[in-house]
């Protein structure tokens, strides 16, 4: 549905980000199918546009989190002993940081003043890589221990000592006869942290500190919107709405895919 | 190839222990035997005498607490206790493979079995994907698997246990490896697949000339495949000889308890005796000889000194101080 914004764009003839004061807060009607909203702009595209936006961050975001937290659990889980001690420190380090406060100053960090280039610091994105390296720096935690945990039952496994039996050394191992493994336990928590990710972003956004108008998303919306609640609160209701049943989606999505993925579910 | 009867692993003396809060415990304790080229040596003993520890430690494959305290594991020339990481990882597979008890847990779930069979291929013979699997059917062929080329892309739960064992075996043998170690490879089946595994094994030996390990605690299937017998008691070889010679002339007081608990088709007993106690638990072994405590025939020096070796003949030997050479 949000992959096809630009197509509905084209049909109703109208621009997301086209601003029509004379239009404003408009409840739903032919033209504006979700109606209007403070600045006259078409609701439903703008919708549709911080779909693709909010879901966009919540994956990547939660794919780079997953992939460091895949690395650092599975390097931990295998090797054990004093590196499995100072990664795992290292991860209750990073878990027992107070997460908000800490997302807030690195979310208002000043670009420009940590010597990144002027064109990226300008461009339109940059709101959206700070979110994604944000989430990856603080999320990978739950991924980490997770994989570890499962690595930790795996290797126990005699197929695993049947592969060092054929001559496998330790990160074919790792990478070839662990992770395989765990890829249904991983999927599941990334798209778990999908969920979080984008009411993370809702968050920030809340705060200001999310991604930047006038690009939308679902967060910066709710944002908006929660000046006018009185006046128009379906401006609310609408990315609200949207959060919620896409966070609930996706958590359908991973048990489905978990039973999808297990070769042994195929009975 | 290398002719039939050449040693081609010989293993002396070989002591392993577990490092534990109170210290090293041994586990194993000065085992020696040799294994020849298209000849089976069983080793037999109850559960719990050390046999998986002997036969993984050849791979050096040890749980992380285990240690090789002393001795010697020479494969065609080469010493393995002090080989390298990378050295051993060669040989494992290639040169020398194993097959494990449970085919179900020995066998990646995530994988096909036709992939799990081309591994070694992979890793060893450096073949492309294509070539690999088109081995890997051959050697499913080899094994017996019916439809081989389909059942290749069957994961190792769509198959029987007998299916899933002929597998490990294919895994095993793709290299061609001069050396099978079968560590109870029949014991989680039933008794008619475990005839056929077991003629399989026969077969593919005679093929390939391999040299095979083969570990029981069941008289039964080892006078079928074995043509040396080392028998283990508490980290210990307590008596070896030649097939025949231990199958109807066995005379440690262990070997012919384990003998008589064996179901015979000309028996005419209908309960078959068991021994009693348990195998001493590594750290827990008696001052003297091991097996004292379980012996019907021990007198009071057993329980004080280490029984002496016995040479009944030039294979046969054994550890007793109650049997003395003629
Ligand atoms: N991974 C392990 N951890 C702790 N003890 C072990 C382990 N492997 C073997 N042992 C101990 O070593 C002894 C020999 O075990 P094993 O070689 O497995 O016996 P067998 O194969 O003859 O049944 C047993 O007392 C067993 O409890
Ligand atoms: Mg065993």
Redesign the interface.
């Known amino acids: 549905m949000v992959m096809l914004a630009p197509a509905i764009e084209k049909l109703l003839g109208l621009n997301a980000n086209m601003v029509d004061l004379f239009n404003r807060m408009q409840p739903a009607s032919d033209t504006h199918v979700f109606g209007t909203d403070e600045l006259g702009r078409d609701v439903l595209l703008r919708l549709l546009y911080g779909g693709q936006v909010s879901l966009f961050t919540g994956l990547t975001a939660a794919c780079v989190a997953a992939t460091i937290g895949t690395v650092i659990g599975l390097t931990a889980g295998y090797f054990?002993g004093r590196l499995d001690a100072i990664l795992m420190r290292i991860t209750d380090g990073v878990i027992s940081l107070p997460l908000l406060p800490l997302l807030i100053v690195l979310a208002a960090l000043d670009l420009e003043k940590i010597g990144l280039p002027d064109e990226l610091v300008n461009s339109e994105e940059v709101s959206f890589y700070r979110i994604v390296i944000i989430v990856a720096l603080v999320g990978w935690t739950t991924v980490a221990r997770l994989v570890r945990g499962a690595t930790l039952s795996i290797k126990e496994?005699?197929?695993i000592?049947?592969?060092?039996?054929?001559?496998?050394?330790h990160l074919?191992i790792m990478f070839n006869?662990i992770l395989?493994?765990l890829?249904s336990t991983i999927i599941v928590a990334v798209t778990l942290s999908v969920g979080n990710v984008i009411l993370l972003e809702s968050v920030l956004s809340f705060l200001g500190l999310g991604i930047q108008p006038p690009m939308p998303s679902w967060g910066n919306m709710l944002t908006n919107a929660q000046a006018l609640i009185w006046e128009a609160p379906q401006l609310a209701f609408y990315p609200g709405m949207l959060i919620f049943i896409t966070v609930i989606c996706f958590n359908f999505l991973g048990d489905g895919l978990q039973d999808a993925l297990d070769?042994?579910a195929?009975y | 190839m290398s002719s039939v009867d050449e040693t081609i692993l010989s293993v002396s003396n070989l002591s392993i222990g577990f490092e534990t809060d109170e210290g090293l415990i041994p586990v194993i304790e000065e085992v020696s035997f040799d294994l020849h080229t298209g000849r089976t040596l069983a080793l037999v003993g109850e559960s719990g005498c050390g046999k998986s520890v002997t036969a993984f430690a050849l791979l050096k494959l040890l749980p992380p607490f285990g240690r090789i305290i002393s001795g010697s594991i020479k494969f065609r020339g080469q010493e393995l206790v002090d080989s390298t990481e990378s050295e051993i990882q060669a040989i494992r597979g290639d040169r020398i493979s194993m097959i494990f008890q449970e085919p179900m847990s020995a066998l990646n779930p995530v994988f096909t079995i036709g992939s799990q069979v081309a591994e070694s291929l992979l890793l060893h013979r450096h073949l492309d994907k294509k070539m690999a699997w088109q081995q890997a059917v051959e050697m499913l062929v080899a094994v017996g698997i019916p439809d081989a080329a389909q059942r290749a892309k069957n994961y190792p739960h769509q198959l029987s246990g007998g299916m899933r064992q002929r597998v490990m075996i294919a895994m095993a043998l793709s290299c061609e490896p001069d050396i099978l170690i079968a560590d109870e490879p029949t014991t989680a089946l039933d008794v008619t697949i475990q005839a056929q595994i077991l003629d399989l094994m026969h077969d593919l030996q005679e093929r390939f000339g391999t040299a095979i390990l083969f570990i029981s605690h069941d008289f039964g299937v080892v006078s079928r495949m074995a043509d040396y017998i080392a028998v283990m008691y508490a980290g210990k070889i307590i008596e070896r000889g030649d097939a025949g010679e231990i199958l109807t002339g066995a005379r440690h007081p262990y070997t012919c308890a384990l003998l008589a608990t064996t179901p015979r088709i000309d028996a005419s007993v209908t309960r078959l005796p068991a021994i009693s106690g348990r195998v001493p638990a590594p750290g827990q072994r008696p001052a003297g000889c091991y097996f004292q405590p379980r012996c019907p025939n021990a007198s009071d020096h057993c329980g004080e000194q280490r029984p002496p070796p016995v040479d009944l003949s030039v294979t046969h030997q054994l550890i007793c101080h109650e049997v003395v050479s003629e």
Not at chain 1, 161 to 169: P, Q, R, T
């Open positions: 054990g496994r005699e197929f000592m049947a592969a060092e039996g054929v001559g496998a050394g074919h006869h395989p493994n890829i070769p042994r195929e």
